[in-house]
């Protein structure tokens, strides 16, 4: 269910008419489609996309599969999120429709001719981004239309580099498209089109910066080659760029959520995870670690723990006064998968000697480690934990509280 509509859950039930029959989530597009039946759009495009041509309800075979929007009911539920709004009900927003394909191509054609003037093309290019910002499917629509394509030749000719107008809405388009691995493949490879992104990090707009990144991220995430993807991480310069979006001040958040994934994206490549060591991601992603919400402080602990596991890494962690009792405050607290990289990223770093262990003891690891080896944890986590109670346990005298009755490890930790 909606975040915002969470609250339901403790009292409020939605109407069993305004339940998607496949999501059972309350329909914010109802669609009704050949047989009668309404489904939210979202949820029977996502049936039709995976191969299914029945009804999920009757079982009949869809034989058109045009989707009618039903206004009736959509305003019927806006009212019943009205009424309800003092449960935490907000109101569903009135779907857009989708975007005429014949105005996205001309679109596209006006913003790719050289025989239009610069005000025309930025014009068509402003509308285009407008288009995208939309929905999912408007940005497909863009995407099947060689919309990537066109758009990133547009962004590297010769004109486009002499009007940060241009640069700046090319890429607030080109960051949320869709990508295959071809028009990744089309970016990663050349060059001189990754020296251009490069020197894009350190452009005077905050805006022009993260969607660079957001796009470098894309393109990393989508290229299957190591080699290539080991060729971009290769520059210092990519390093710089996107921990100074990282440390971003925290009146945007987007800087925060682009820079955390782009910097994921680059410590996958081994070779240079010693470039973002030097580059200050210890102290980054540390002092924001705080700041992250769930699912980009998961990938900051993956990140940590990916760092964690080369010797420079470890090495600036362990120097960082905040580095112990941060990862251990956040065993448990996120979720099961931050929690398994937490518990990783302490087993690195206690293993390095006696100083951290100690830390991690007074800073609560092993009252910590011990709920989770008992908790519904990844198996992933439980054994890093038993790993590092085991550690934790050899390293300690035989009078520490660790090895007194009032902790009973052995029943959990393997001898």
């Not at 929905?135 to 629509?141: A, D, F, I, P, Y």
């Not at 890429?171 to 869709?178: E, K, T």
């Not at 490549?269 to 200050?280: S, Y």
């Not at 980054?284 to 670690?289: P, S, V």
């Amino acid at each position: 269910m909606p975040g915002s509509l969470q609250p339901l859950d403790v009292g409020l039930q939605i109407p069993y008419h305004f339940r998607c029959p496949v999501s059972l989530e309350l329909m914010t597009d109802p669609v009704i489609v050949g047989t009668g039946q309404t489904y939210d759009r979202l949820s029977i495009e996502s049936w039709i996309a995976t191969g299914n041509i029945t009804c999920p309800v009757t079982r009949l075979p869809l034989t058109d599969f045009t989707l009618i929007p039903n206004h009736t009911l959509r305003r019927l539920i806006q009212d019943w999120c009205v009424a309800n709004r003092s449960h935490g009900v907000e109101r569903i927003p009135t779907p857009k429709q989708p975007a005429d394909p014949i105005v996205v191509q001309s679109l596209l054609k006006q913003a790719s001719s050289m025989s239009n003037s610069r005000q025309a093309r930025l014009s068509a290019i402003r509308r285009l981004r407008g288009i995208a910002r939309e929905s999912e499917k408007n940005r497909l629509l863009i995407s099947t239309n060689k919309g990537f394509e066109i758009l990133l030749d547009v962004l590297f000719s010769e004109t486009s580099r002499n009007s940060s107008d241009l640069v700046h809405e090319l890429l607030s388009i080109l960051s949320v498209l869709p990508l295959s691995e071809t028009e990744c493949v089309s970016v990663s490879s050349v060059p001189d089109r990754i020296s251009y992104l490069i020197f894009l990090l350190s452009h005077s707009l905050i805006d022009v910066r993260v969607n660079t990144a957001a796009l470098l991220e894309n393109v990393i995430a989508g290229t299957s080659s190591s080699e290539l993807r080991a060729e971009i991480s290769s520059h210092d310069e990519i390093f710089d760029g996107v921990i100074g979006i990282l440390d971003y001040p925290i009146s945007y958040p987007r800087a925060l959520k682009v820079g955390i994934k782009a910097l994921f994206a680059l410590c996958i490549v081994k070779q240079h995870r010693h470039k973002a060591v030097e580059a200050g991601a210890v102290e980054a992603l540390i002092d924001r670690l705080p700041d992250f919400e769930k699912c980009d402080a998961e990938r900051a602990l993956a990140t940590v723990e990916l760092l964690c596991r080369i010797p420079a890494g470890c090495s600036a962690f362990a120097s960082h006064a905040l580095t112990v009792p941060l990862l251990v405050k956040v065993i448990l607290k996120i979720s099961d998968r931050a929690t398994e990289y937490a518990a990783g990223a302490l087993l690195s770093l206690c293993s390095t000697g006696e100083r951290l262990q100690v830390e991690a003891v007074a800073a609560g690891v092993w009252t910590q480690l011990l709920l989770l080896v008992q908790s519904d944890c990844t198996e992933r986590a439980k054994r890093k934990a038993q790993m590092l109670l085991k550690l934790l346990r050899n390293s300690c005298p035989e009078n520490s509280v660790m090895n007194s009755d009032y902790v009973a490890c052995s029943d959990v930790v393997p001898c």
